[in-house]
């Protein structure tokens, strides 16, 4: 039905984790798809002990066929939880290769019926094979750490005409800048901010533990509310506002020198 794209502009701020949180909290009257189209390669497959086989690679060889629900179904597997996932390609050189199916792959996930499909873009470059899939998602998550790099660097990509309509930013932290502060210098509401939770975060990474612990920590609490969030943007269109509306203020001085 939608695609949900996360991405970061630079770093590693969290986009695979909160990819997977997302996914795992999405709405449960809604059929959700997680796929990894990270073209630096698969990080699901290491941290969750998957098969390389089936996913992307073995989907996108096969695509001439024609990229229909069924063949999409047939090539995921289930991360621990539930969640189907369609594992990326292991290598950057596997992500080129793989060509026309980045074009056909946005369409066709677009289409899925009845299924939001969640999508882990990785990080966004002019040569990404990933912003075909872009032009196809109702909205595009850019996820970032509030530090003054972070900032930078979120800022640049901002200023870049992404192809979806609708791009929102999504930090990990409120340290050291405040949503409130990043929002002035990106001139642009933060849709959210997640809990900074290293804890959770490495059971979302694939570290054994108590699920009870996951479901009922910070990181869950606020990506559940985000998954809520986008699911009824995705519904409905266009957010008129941010989940947590920043309000004014002046941000420090050292991160307004981003804005210049
Ligand atoms: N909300 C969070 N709180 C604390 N740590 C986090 C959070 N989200 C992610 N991390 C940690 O940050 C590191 C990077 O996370 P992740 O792999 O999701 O980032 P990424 O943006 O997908 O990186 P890459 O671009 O390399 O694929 C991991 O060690 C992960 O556990
Ligand atoms: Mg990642």
């Known amino acids: 039905m939608s695609i949900v794209a996360f991405a970061s502009a630079k770093g590693s701020p969290g986009v695979t984790t909160t990819a997977v949180a997302v996914a795992g909290s999405w709405p449960a009257e809604r059929r959700v798809l997680l796929a990894e189209f990270d073209p630096a390669g698969s990080d699901l497959v290491p941290r969750f002990a998957l098969h390389r086989d089936p996913g992307v690679v073995e989907l996108g060889s096969g695509h001439r066929r024609g ?7 047939a090539h995921t597997q289930t991360l621990p939880g539930g969640v189907p996932a369609l594992v990326g390609p292991t290598s950057p050189e596997q992500a080129l290769a793989l060509r ?5 792959a946005g369409p066709a996930l677009a289409t899925l019926p009845d299924t939001d499909v969640i999508v882990d873009c990785g990080r966004l470059a002019p040569d990404s094979p990933v912003l075909d899939v872009l032009r196809h998602a109702a909205i595009v998550v850019l996820v970032a750490h509030p530090t003054f790099e972070g900032i930078s660097h979120l800022r640049a990509r901002l ?22 502060e990043v929002g002035d210098v990106i001139e642009a509401d933060v849709a959210a901010v997640l809990a900074d939770d ?4 490495a059971l979302l990474c694939g570290k054994a533990g108590n699920p009870g612990t996951l479901r009922r920590s910070a990181l869950m609490r606020t990506a559940g509310a985000l998954s809520h969030w986008l699911s009824a943007v995705v519904r409905t269109g266009p957010p008129a506002s941010a989940m947590t509306t920043a309000t004014t203020g002046s941000a420090p001085s050292r991160l307004q020198e981003v804005s210049r």
């Open 67 to 73: 990229l229909t629900p069924e063949s999409i179904w």
């Open 100 to 104: 026309e199916f980045w074009t056909a």
């Open 159 to 180: 200023g870049r005409r992404l192809a979806a309509t609708c791009s929102v930013v999504v930090l990990v932290g409120d340290r050291p800048y405040s949503a409130t």
């Open 198 to 201: 290293p804890r959770a975060a």
